[in-house]
């Protein structure tokens, strides 16, 4: 029985998933709050027409709600990044600013400094 406890606390430990140095290839913009924004004014304005109406305009404002952002230049930072198992996603990062090539851990859903983590965040500045 003693063995199986030990058996069982060796594969726990190593189904835990371990976070990986990922690294950052591109800096692309993020219109999501200018199409969230957008959508809810489009909504609220199509809403006059009922139902579909509120659909319409939703759809409607969230286009030109991002549009207009980028048009504006007001697109926030997101960055695509290259994670430990060669899959490219995009996170978006308001706080850290980053350059191609730069190590990244990614925690949540937002990219942080190498070596970041909760007990430590106090020590990395935003640089946002």
Do not use: C
């Not at 950052?24 to 027409?49: K, N, R």
């Amino acid at each position: 029985m003693k063995k199986f406890g030990i058996l069982a606390l060796t594969i726990g430990m190593l189904t835990v998933s371990n976070v990986y140095a990922a690294e950052i290839v591109s800096e692309v913009g993020d219109e999501t709050s200018g199409q969230a924004t957008g959508g809810m004014t489009g909504m609220m304005a199509g809403s006059v027409g009922g139902p579909i109406g509120a659909v319409v305009g939703a759809g409607l404002g969230a286009v030109f709600g991002g549009s207009g952002q980028k048009a504006l230049g007001g697109s926030d930072r997101a960055y695509i990044v290259r994670t430990d198992s060669g899959e490219l996603k995009t996170y978006r990062s308001p706080n850290y600013v980053f350059v191609p090539g730069d190590k990244v851990v990614i925690h949540g859903n937002r990219p942080r400094p190498l070596g970041w983590t909760p007990e430590t965040a106090e020590s990395f500045p935003y640089n946002g």
